[in-house]
């Protein structure tokens, strides 16, 4: 797995120091981590070739859960076998986590100072808004690479519905657009099996709150195709609507911390754990969703460079790739139901223009409407229940 050098592979201390940096600097998402690694891995360091480097980003998408920490663990398998990727790995996903549970111990507690209320509010209120921007940047890609204009606009609606009305299905309509679009392109492929697996997503468990939690984590992190945002709809069916973890406020803070924190957006999931049972049960959600990308990459890291030319591959994720854009528009609709201030809909109108007009970041549009959340607390400005 390890790619040799002429002064041979770097020291175990020298991933942890270098994924680490990107772990604490990597705000803004997958885009940014993609381009850190590309800086260190390819252009300054010489560790992998860009033809390489490429061939893993595209293989990450292809896999289910945080494409950008499986970019980090194959990077650091790569340079530093087994070991360096489970260590680079770690670095890079830790300082994150660390940040995004002290400040939920922040913002979820029960009884939080009214300014922390309202920067929660003033955050939250534009986090529908930040779903429309990542869905909208994904939508060009996407279009140029499709086979069928009609299936393409069949896999978003039926994304966006998904996502919109019945959030526990969302696994489910990713999946089956995949399967939808390999059976269009290789009708010759058996797809019986497969069926098999989204129908587990939608399943209950019923053995206490940690269970349920493991089971939430699970799905999040071994069965979203295309990450991010796609998997919000299915986390607030489950953190708010069924197990009660959460209000809807408070689901929107949860989002929010997730997005302005360094690391991987799947890092939400640690928020809702710890709105569920405290800094145990976020650490277990954390635990449990990154799993799976450690066991994909450190089985099938050799098999990249054909899993990206593989047409089955190619296939399903042209149904899975739209129907996850379609997802997270879909998912704007309860982010913004959420809202029940008339001044966070203000905020949220305000971050759409800042955000898909003007094409601001999102750390500091998110950030601007705390601040707006706070100075509306102070002055004594009606808050979310």
């Given at each position: 797995?390890?790619t040799?050098?002429a002064?041979?592979?770097?020291?175990?201390?020298?991933?942890?120091?270098?994924?680490?940096?990107?772990?604490?600097?990597g705000?803004?998402g997958p885009p940014?981590?993609i381009?850190?690694?590309?800086?260190l891995?390819?252009e300054?360091?010489?560790w992998?070739?860009?033809e390489?480097?490429?061939?893993?980003?595209?293989?990450c998408?292809?896999?289910?859960?945080?494409?950008?920490?499986?970019?980090?663990i194959?990077?650091?398998?790569?340079?530093?076998?087994?070991?360096?990727?489970?260590?680079?790995?770690v670095a890079?996903?830790?300082p994150?986590l660390v940040?995004?549970l002290?400040?939920?111990?922040?913002?979820?507690?029960?009884?939080?100072?009214?300014w922390?209320i309202?920067?929660?509010?003033?955050a939250?209120?534009?986090v529908?808004?930040?779903?429309?921007?990542?869905?909208t940047s994904?939508?060009?890609?996407?279009?140029?690479?499709r086979?069928?204009?009609?299936?393409?606009v069949?896999?978003?609606?039926a994304?966006v519905v998904?996502?919109a009305?019945?959030?526990e299905?969302?696994?489910?309509v990713?999946?089956?657009?995949?399967l939808v679009?390999?059976a269009?392109?290789?009708?010759?492929?058996?797809?019986?099996?497969a069926g098999?697996?989204p129908?587990?997503a939608t399943?209950t468990?019923?053995?206490?709150t940690?269970?349920?939690v493991a089971w939430?984590a699970?799905?999040?992190?071994a069965?979203?195709?295309?990450?991010?945002?796609?998997?919000?709809?299915?986390?607030?069916?489950?953190?708010?609507?069924?197990y009660?973890?959460?209000t809807a406020?408070?689901?929107?803070?949860?989002v929010?911390?997730?997005?302005?924190?360094p690391?991987?957006?799947v890092?939400?999931?640690?928020?809702v754990?710890y709105?569920a049972?405290?800094?145990?049960?976020g650490?277990?959600?954390?635990?449990?969703?990154?799993?799976?990308?450690f066991?994909?990459?450190?089985?099938g890291?050799?098999h990249?460079?054909?899993i990206?030319?593989?047409p089955?591959?190619?296939a399903?994720?042209?149904g899975?790739?739209?129907?996850?854009?379609?997802?997270?528009?879909?998912?704007?609709?309860?982010?913004?139901?959420a809202?029940?201030?008339p001044?966070?809909f203000?905020v949220?109108?305000?971050?759409?223009?800042?955000?898909?007009v003007?094409?601001?970041?999102?750390?500091?549009?998110?950030v601007?409407?705390?601040?707006?959340?706070?100075?509306?607390?102070?002055?004594g400005?009606?808050?979310?229940?």
């Amino acid at each position: 797995m390890t790619t040799a050098t002429a002064a041979g592979p770097p020291g175990l201390a020298t991933i942890v120091r270098e994924w680490g940096r990107i772990g604490c600097i990597g705000f803004g998402g997958p885009p940014t981590h993609i381009r850190l690694f590309r800086e260190l891995c390819v252009e300054r360091r010489g560790w992998l070739g860009a033809e390489e480097f490429e061939d893993a980003i595209a293989a990450c998408n292809l896999l289910p859960g945080p494409a950008s920490t499986q970019l980090a663990i194959f990077c650091a398998g790569r340079v530093r076998g087994r070991a360096g990727a489970i260590a680079g790995g770690v670095a890079f996903i830790v300082p994150g986590l660390v940040l995004i549970l002290a400040l939920s111990a922040l913002f979820l507690e029960g009884s939080p100072p009214r300014w922390i209320i309202g920067a929660g509010a003033g955050a939250g209120a534009a986090v529908a808004a930040v779903a429309a921007q990542a869905a909208t940047s994904l939508m060009k890609p996407s279009w140029t690479r499709r086979e069928s204009r009609a299936r393409w606009v069949l896999y978003l609606v039926a994304g966006v519905v998904a996502s919109a009305f019945t959030g526990e299905w969302v696994v489910v309509v990713l999946v089956g657009c995949g399967l939808v679009e390999l059976a269009a392109r290789h009708p010759e492929h058996e797809i019986g099996r497969a069926g098999i697996v989204p129908i587990l997503a939608t399943t209950t468990l019923t053995l206490g709150t940690l269970a349920q939690v493991a089971w939430v984590a699970l799905k999040v992190g071994a069965l979203s195709y295309g990450g991010g945002f796609v998997i919000v709809p299915l986390m607030q069916h489950d953190a708010v609507d069924h197990y009660r973890w959460l209000t809807a406020s408070q689901f929107l803070n949860a989002v929010a911390l997730g997005q302005i924190t360094p690391g991987p957006v799947v890092q939400t999931v640690a928020a809702v754990g710890y709105g569920a049972g405290g800094l145990a049960t976020g650490l277990l959600a954390a635990t449990i969703a990154f799993t799976p990308s450690f066991v994909f990459v450190l089985a099938g890291a050799r098999h990249f460079h054909r899993i990206r030319s593989n047409p089955r591959a190619s296939a399903f994720l042209g149904g899975a790739g739209p129907a996850a854009i379609g997802a997270i528009f879909g998912a704007t609709i309860p982010l913004a139901r959420a809202l029940d201030r008339p001044w966070q809909f203000g905020v949220l109108a305000a971050a759409g223009l800042t955000l898909l007009v003007f094409k601001r970041g999102t750390v500091p549009t998110l950030v601007a409407a705390g601040l707006v959340g706070v100075v509306i607390a102070l002055a004594g400005g009606p808050l979310p229940h």
